[in-house]
């Protein structure tokens, strides 16, 4: 009877051993593939420290980001309502390897063609400021910017005055470019000088809108040519 007792503990002893060791393998298991990889650096890392907080941990990342800003950078800024604009910074971008930031309005513009020629009249008429959707991030780390539009009633779109308006130009290098029918950059580039006051503004470049996509060498030739380092 006593052997059969101790038979018996002996067995769930070594059973209750088993299922412990069992549920430790599964715990870690699962650990390593459910836990997020952060917690497990954290944990892994600094055991004999506690671990910090996921919001500690993400604002010190955000906070070393901040504080490596460089100057010297290169933005292409530009405001295209249908496309041609746009598709110049492209090239002027892969030319430069500069940030690209899109002009945009707080309130959209119409896509009525016809729509649109009297809003901009418009506003042309009442010299408006529309109000933009979005700030460039870090202007201070940008010396050198293109800034680029449309031809819209021989002047640039007054959005395009709402957001030279919106920043310190002192030290900065500004250089236009534009797209239109035929008419060039008209009475924009009188008005950029009083709207970004402290720019050293260089020779801008002017291409038809339909023949900006055929216009890479025109562009390459013209960066080239303004001397950037
Ligand atoms: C409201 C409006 C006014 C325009 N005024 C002129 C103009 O005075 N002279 C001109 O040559 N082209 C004018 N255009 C044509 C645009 O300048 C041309 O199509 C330009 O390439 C469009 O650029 P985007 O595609 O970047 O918007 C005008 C276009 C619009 C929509």
């Known amino acids: 009877m006593k052997k059969l007792l ?12 088993a299922a412990c060791s069992g549920n430790q393998t599964a715990t870690s298991g699962e650990g390593e593939s459910s836990t997020p ?15 910090e907080s996921a919001e500690e941990t993400e604002n010190s990342a955000e906070t ?7 100057t010297g950078g290169t933005l292409i800024a530009y405001f295209s309502w249908s496309g041609n604009t746009e598709a110049m910074a492209n090239l002027i971008q892969q030319e430069t390897g500069g940030d690209l930031f899109e002009i945009t309005p707080a309130t959209p513009y119409t896509d ?14 009442e010299n408006a400021r529309p109000e933009l959707a979005f700030q460039v991030e870090n202007w201070d780390s940008y ?20 957001f030279l308006e919106s920043y310190d ?61």
């Open 112 to 125: 009525d063609y016809n729509e649109l020629l009297d809003i901009a009249q418009q506003e042309q008429d």
């Open 6 to 17: 101790s038979f018996a503990l002996c067995t769930m002893l070594l059973f209750s051993l």
């Open 64 to 70: 070393s980001e901040e504080t490596v800003s460089e």
């Open 37 to 51: 990889s952060s917690h497990v650096a954290e944990t892994s890392s600094a055991p004999s420290e506690p671990p």
């Open 143 to 162: 010396d050198t910017m293109f800034v680029g539009y449309p031809d819209w009633w021989s002047d640039a779109p007054m959005l395009v005055y709402t």
């Open 169 to 229: 130009w002192t030290g900065k290098t500004l250089i236009p470019f534009c797209t239109s029918g035929g008419s060039g950059f008209g009475r924009s580039l009188n008005n950029l000088e009083a709207s970004a006051s402290g720019a050293s503004i260089l020779n801008g470049l002017h291409v038809q809108g339909d023949d900006v996509e055929n216009s890479a060498g025109e562009i390459s030739d013209w960066i080239s040519r303004l001397g950037l380092n």
